[in-house]
C-alpha cells in the first residue's frame, strides 16, 4: 500500500509474463515421464527389484498469486505476490546440492494513505516499498568434498537445533564412524518475517549418536548475540536430547531439556503411538517452563518487549486420532485433544501469564455424503477464565476429477476478551470458495473468494494463483 | 493440579467414547483380512519350528516366498511325525522348490493389473495396512474349502484356508511385500537383521492380520529417514515420485492438517519432514506458509485477534515469528485499539488508562516507554479561578457545576494528574 514507480511496475510485468512463457514449455523431466508412461507398463519389480529410479535432479516452483482485498470501510488492496523455490542435487547421489526460496510482494496500488486505521495494511508495508523481495532461503551443499564431510553454505534452516534458527553461513557435518555425527554452525540470523537488522551473529556445536536401533541421541550448545535492538544481549544455551521408538516405530517416546545462560530453561516429554492399522493414534506430551523468562537474544526471547517476562508453568497436551474404515463413507477419521497450562505460583498469574485449557476436536468424512467428496468439521476452544477463544469451521470438498477440486467453507471465531471493558465479544465469520486445479502436469491454478464480516467491518478477498513447477 | 486432574480425566473420557463406539466394519471383520495361521504354535517351544524352517527362501530371495504347500504337509499329512527340520533338506527329497512352483508376489498373472489397481494410493494407511488389492488374494477358509483344491483328498482342514483356487498356498495381504516396493529380502536377511526385528509380534500370533504389517516406520527406525527422503521416494517406491502425495492429504487436509502437526515433535520430524523440507522434492512448510497463511489468521486476526492470542500461548507465535516482527509492523501499524476517537478530540485512551485498572496502563507502556511526548502538553489546565488554587476536593462544586464529561472517581489528587 505504497506508491509505486510506474516505470518499474512495467518493466516487472514484463519480466513476470516472461518467466512464466517459458515455463510454460513442457519441461524435460515431465516430457521424459510421460513418454515412459506411453511406453506401457511398468516392469515387474518382484525378483529381484529392479534398479532404482533416477530422482530428478531439479525442480522447481513459480507461483504468481494475485490478491485483490475490499473492505466496506472504502479500502481496498491489490497485491502480486511471486513465489520461487528451486532445488537440485540429491544428497547421498550428488556432490552438490542446493536450495533456493524467494518471495516477492508487490503492492499493485500502494495509496500512500498510511497505515493508521486501515485494516488492509501488511507487514511489508511497515518496510517502506511497494516492492518488498525477501531471499528466505538460499544454501549450496558440497557432500564428501572432504572425507566423511558435508557443507552448507548460504542461507538456511536449521531445524535440529534446539530452537528454529535461520542461519546465513556455514554448516558443516563431519561423520565419526556410521553413529555419530559432529555438527558446527556460524552465522547470522535472518528471521522470516521481519527486515532484519545489523550485529546479529549466532553459532553452535553439536553432537547426535545413534546409539542402538530407533535410538537418537543430541546435545547442542549454541551462542547468539543481539547488538543493535535492545542493546548488546548475549545469550548461551545447551540443549540435550532423546528419542527412542520401537523397532515397528509405532511407540516413539522423547525427552528434552534446554539451559540459557546456565539455568534450566525447559523439559519436555513426549510420547506418541499408533495402532498397526492407523485406526488410533495417540500423542502425550508434557512441558514444563522452569525459570522465568526475562529479555534474551530475538531467538530465545519469548516477546519480553511486549509480554513482559514470561512466568514458569506446567503444561499437559493430549491428542487422539482414530480412523474407522467404512463406518460413513470411505472413511470417517476423528481427532481431539486437550492442553492445560498451569503457572508454578497460580497467585502470579496476570495478563501476559495465564493459566489456560485448549480444547479442540475434529472430524473428517471421506467419500460422505457421496463418493469424492468429503467433509470436515473442526472446533477449537482456548479458555482462561475471564478470556476465550472459540473457533468453529467447516469445509466440503468435491474431487470434480482427478485434476480438478472444488471446495467450500466456513467458519465461525467468537473472542471474548479484555479489551477496553472485561466483556469484549467480538464474532468473526468468513466463507470462501476455492477452486484447485492441475491444467497439465506441470501447471497448476488456484482461485479463490472468500468473504469475512465481523462485529465492525466486512472485507472481501478473490485471489488467482497460477504454480509452474519445472 | 486441578485443570491436569480435569485434563486427564476429560481426555480419558474422550479415548473412552471413542472405544465405545465400534465400527460396523473393522480388520477383523472382513473376511479374507485375517487368516487364522497360528506363528504362535509352531515357534513355539513344543514345535520348535523356525522361521527359516519354512520360509526357506528368506535369506535367498529377493522377496520371501509362502512355504510351499508340501513343505506344511511334511507334518500335517501326518501329525506323528517329526517336525521338518532342515526344509531344504526336506524340499531336495521333494525334488526341489521347482517341484512346488507357485507364483511369488509379483509373479503373479497380471501383475501390471494389479499395479494400476493398487488401492495404496488412495489408502491413508499405505504404509500401515493392506489394499483392498492385496487382499483379494486372501481366501477365507470357507471360501477356499469350496474351491476344491488340487489334493482335496489329502489336505487337513486345518490347512484348506491358505491354498487358492489353484490349491497353493496364497500370501497374507498384510504380509506381502508391495511390488512398486524397491525391497530385498534377502539382503536383511543375510544382513543380520532378526526376523522379529520387522516382523514384531508373530511369536504370539494366531492369526495373519494388519498386526503383523510392516509399517513403513519399521524402516525408518533403521534407515535415517532423512537420507532415505534425500534419495528420493523412488529410492524405494516405484509408484511414489515428487507429484505424489500421501492419500491422507487428499479432501480437506488443508483444514485438518495443523491438529496433525500439533502430535509432537516427533511426529513432525519423522512424518512430515519425510517429504516435505527445504531443498527437497517437494513443498516445504515454510514455502507453503509464505503463501498460505494458517487458517485462523484471518483479517480479523491479522488487525485484532492476535493480540488476545498471543495472550494465551506466546509460544505457539514463536513457532514462525519473533519479536521484530511485531516491533516493525507496530512501528507502522498502530494497534486497532487506537482507532479514531482514540486519540483527539475525544481521547478515549486517557480513560483506559486510568480509570481502569493498572494493566491498562502497562498496555500503554509495552510501546510507550517513559510515557509520550503529548502527555507533557495534555493536561488541561484549571480555570485562573482562584478558588481552583485552594480547593482540595474537586468535586465539592464540580459535582454539580460543570460535571465532569467523563467518567469520574477518586477525589481532587486524581484530578490534578490531568488537570494540573
Given amino acids: 500500500m505504497r506508491p509505486v514507480s510506474g516505470p518499474t511496475r512495467v518493466a516487472r510485468c514484463l519480466i513476470a509474463t516472461g518467466i512464466c512463457s517459458a515455463l510454460l514449455l513442457p519441461s524435460p523431466v515431465h516430457a521424459a515421464q510421460d513418454v515412459a508412461a506411453e511406453q506401457g507398463p511398468v516392469e515387474d519389480r518382484a525378483l529381484p527389484p529392479a534398479p532404482l529410479r533416477e530422482f530428478p535432479s531439479f525442480h522447481g516452483r513459480l507461483s504468481l498469486r494475485y490478491q485483490w482485498r475490499d473492505s466496506d470501510r472504502e479500502q481496498s488492496d491489490q497485491d502480486l505476490f511471486q513465489y520461487l523455490s528451486l532445488d537440485f542435487g540429491r544428497a547421498g547421489r550428488d556432490a552438490v546440492t542446493g536450495a533456493l526460496l524467494a518471495r516477492g510482494v508487490w503492492d499493485l496500488d500502494g495509496d500512500g494513505l498510511g497505515t493508521f486505521g486501515r485494516s488492509l495494511t501488511s507487514l511489508e508495508d511497515a518496510r517502506g516499498s511497494s516492492y518488498d523481495v525477501r531471499l528466505q532461503t538460499a544454501w549450496l551443499g558440497f557432500h564428501e568434498l572432504i572425507p566423511a564431510t558435508e557443507l552448507r553454505v548460504g542461507r538456511q534452516p536449521l531445524f535440529d537445533t534446539p530452537i528454529l534458527l535461520h542461519l546465513d553461513g556455514l554448516l558443516a557435518s563431519v561423520a565419526a564412524g556410521e553413529r555419530v555425527e559432529l555438527i558446527a554452525y556460524g552465522g547470522r540470523p535472518y528471521h522470516y518475517w521481519s527486515a532484519g537488522h545489523g550485529g546479529e551473529a549466532a553459532g553452535g556445536v553439536a553432537a547426535e549418536v545413534l546409539p542402538w536401533r530407533g535410538a537418537r541421541a543430541r546435545v547442542d550448545w549454541m551462542h547468539l548475540r543481539d547488538a543493535t535492538l535492545f542493546g548488546d544481549r548475549r545469550d548461551s544455551l545447551a540443549g ?12 516413539r517416546g522423547s525427552a528434552a531439556a534446554t539451559w540459557l545462560d546456565g539455568e534450566t530453561r525447559d523439559l519436555d516429554l513426549g510420547g506418541f503411538w499408533t495402532e498397526a492399522d492407523g485406526s488410533w493414534t495417540v500423542d502425550l506430551q508434557l512441558h514444563a517452563l522452569m525459570s522465568r523468562q526475562s529479555a534474551n537474544t530475538l531467538e530465545f526471547d519469548s516477546f519480553t518487549a511486549i509480554l513482559l517476562d514470561e512466568l514458569p508453568y506446567r503444561e499437559g497436551r493430549m491428542s487422539v486420532a482414530r480412523r474407522f474404515a467404512d463406518l460413513v463413507g470411505d472413511a470417517l477419521v476423528v481427532n481431539a485433544g486437550a492442553y492445560g497450562r498451569v503457572l508454578r505460583d497460580p497467585a502470579a498469574a496476570s495478563e501476559f501469564n495465564r493459566e489456560y485449557q485448549r480444547y479442540w476436536a475434529g472430524t473428517t468424512f471421506e467419500g460422505f455424503p457421496v463418493a469424492d467428496t468429503s467433509l470436515a468439521l473442526t472446533a477449537d476452544w482456548w479458555d482462561s477464565g475471564t478470556d476465550s477463544i472459540l473457533t468453529s469451521a467447516a ?7 482427478s485434476a480438478t477440486r472444488f471446495s467450500v467453507g466456513s467458519g465461525w471465531s467468537l473472542y471474548r476478551y479484555d479489551f477496553f471493558s472485561r466483556f469484549e465479544r467480538t464474532g468473526v465469520r468468513d466463507h470462501y470458495l476455492r477452486l484447485h486445479t492441475e491444467l497439465s502436469a506441470a501447471l497448476r491454478l488456484r482461485a479463490e473468494v472468500s468473504y469475512e464480516e465481523d462485529d465492525l467491518e466486512t472485507w472481501t478477498t478473490a485471489a488467482l494463483q497460477l504454480e509452474i513447477s519445472f | 493440579m486441578r485443570h491436569l486432574i480435569m485434563l486427564a480425566a476429560g481426555t480419558g473420557a474422550l479415548v473412552a467414547a471413542c472405544s465405545l463406539v465400534t465400527p460396523a466394519v473393522s480388520f477383523q471383520a472382513v473376511p479374507g483380512r485375517d487368516a487364522e495361521f497360528p506363528h504362535a504354535i509352531h515357534l513355539s517351544v513344543d514345535v520348535n519350528l523356525g522361521c527359516l524352517d519354512c520360509h526357506v527362501d528368506a535369506t535367498a530371495a529377493a522377496v520371501a516366498t509362502m512355504p510351499p504347500f508340501q513343505l506344511c504337509m511334511l507334518c500335517h499329512a501326518n501329525p506323528g511325525a517329526e517336525r521338518p527340520g532342515d526344509g531344504a533338506d526336506e524340499l531336495d527329497e521333494l525334488g526341489g522348490l521347482d517341484e512346488f512352483d507357485q507364483p511369488a508376489p509379483g509373479d503373479e498373472p497380471d501383475a501390471q493389473a494389479e499395479m494400476d489397481e493398487l488401492d495404496f494410493l488412495d489408502d491413508p494407511g499405505i504404509f500401515d495396512e493392506p489394499t483392498e488389492a492385496a487382499t483379494d488374494p486372501v481366501e477365507t477358509p470357507v471360501a477356499a474349502a469350496d474351491q476344491e483344491p488340487a489334493e482335496e483328498a489329502a489336505i487337513p482342514e486345518v490347512l484348506a484356508g491358505f491354498l487358492g483356487a489353484d490349491g497353493l498356498p496364497r ?19 543375510r544382513g543380520g537383521v532378526d526376523c522379529s526385528s520387522c516382523h514384531t509380534g508373530l511369536e504370539e500370533s494366531q492369526a495373519v ?7 513403513m516406520t519399521s524402516c525408518l527406525s533403521c534407515h535415517d529417514s532423512r537420507a532415505v527422503a534425500d534419495g528420493g521416494c523412488l529410492g524405494c517406491h516405484a509408484g511414489v515420485d515428487e507429484s505424489w502425495q500421501p492419500p491422507s492429504h487428499d479432501g480437506n487436509w488443508t483444514l485438518v492438517h495443523g491438529a496433525h502437526s500439533r502430535m509432537g515433535a516427533s511426529v513432525a520430524a519423522q512424518d512430515c519432514s519425510l517429504c516435505h523440507f527445504e531443498g527437497g522434492p517437494t513443498i516445504s512448510c515454510a514455502e507453503c506458509h509464505l503463501s498460505v497463511q494458517p487458517a485462523d489468521h484471518s483479517l480479523f486476526f491479522r488487525n485484532e485477534g492476535h493480540g488476545p492470542m498471543a495472550l494465551f500461548d506466546r509460544s505457539r507465535c514463536q513457532a514462525c515469528h519473533q519479536e521484530d516482527t511485531c516491533l516493525e509492523c507496530h512501528l507502522s501499524v498502530m494497534p486497532r485499539s487506537h482507532a479514531p476517537g482514540f486519540g483527539e478530540p475525544r ?29 507533557a502538553a495534555a493536561g488541561t489546565p484549571p480555570p485562573s479561578v482562584p478558588a481552583h488554587a485552594t480547593a482540595t476536593s474537586c468535586m465539592t462544586c464540580h459535582a454539580t457545576v460543570k460535571p465532569p464529561r467523563h467518567p469520574f472517581t477518586g477525589d481532587g489528587a486524581y484530578c490534578r494528574k490531568c488537570h494540573r
Fill in chain 1, 240 to 251: 540435550a536430547r532423546f528419542d527412542q521408538a520401537t523397532a515397528d516405530g509405532r511407540l
Fill in chain 1, 395 to 401: 469445509e466440503f470438498e468435491w474431487r470434480a476429477t
Fill in chain 2, 171 to 189: 500370501w497374507s495381504a498384510v504380509t506381502r511385500a508391495r511390488i512398486e516396493l524397491a525391497f530385498d529380502h534377502s539382503v536383511h536377511a
Fill in chain 2, 209 to 215: 492380520g494388519p498386526g503383523l504389517a510392516v509399517p
Fill in chain 2, 347 to 375: 481521547n478515549q485512551h486517557c480513560l483506559g488508562c486510568h480509570l481502569g485498572s493498572g494493566s491498562r496502563m502497562r498496555e500503554c507502556s509495552v510501546c510507550h516507554l517513559g510515557g509520550t511526548p503529548s502527555h
